[in-house]
């Protein structure tokens, strides 16, 4: 992979451009979007992140950058509907297969209207640019390619870039470098 800072001011100049606010790839493809990253880089990559979120918000871009969490998700759901206790509860008794398994069973993990889609579907505005993040703290109760799939099955106007600690070669994610996940063959790799 190139240097990550080049990479990322790639990445910035694409943001830029029309076309890719727009939201349409090849074939007139919904815009879905992979920045694969060495997991080693991950505290950069959120620097980097935050940097381009409060860049955004301080200009007058004809689009805004929002950032979703999908740990920091999870967890105010959980926290929401008064289980993050009981998870912890959970956890101690049964382990963490049981837990991983009833959390995601909670989120609907493997449904289009599941939580943690309906969460990011609900606060999405006209001329977004969606980042997802934090596909390595929450796996493998949430996985990237559900999500990716369950979000194309219901947002198709606005460009989403999942950042991803691992690689994806246009075809398979490998998260971490080490754990093969299904594949997904409709996201775009952002910048090489």
Known sequence: MADLNERFDKAELIFEKPSFRENKGLGNEVGYYIFDYEPCDELKVRERIEYLQHKNEGSKSEY?????????????????????EKCFELEKKKGFQKI?????????INATDGLVVEYIRKRIQKNAIVFITGIGKCYPIIRSHTVLNNLHQ???????????????????????????????????????
Do not use: C, H, W
């Open 154 to 192: 219901v947002i198709d106007s606005v460009p989403i870039v999942m950042f991803y600690p691992g690689k994806y070669d246009g075809q398979e994610l490998v998260l971490f470098g080490e754990i093969k996940d299904d594949n997904y063959y409709r996201a775009f790799k952002l910048v090489g």
């Open 100 to 108: 991983s398994t009833a959390v995601a069973n909670l989120l609907r």
């Open 64 to 84: 805004k950058i929002v950032v979703f969490d999908l740990y920091d998700i999870m967890i105010e759901i959980l926290k929401s509907k008064g289980y993050l």
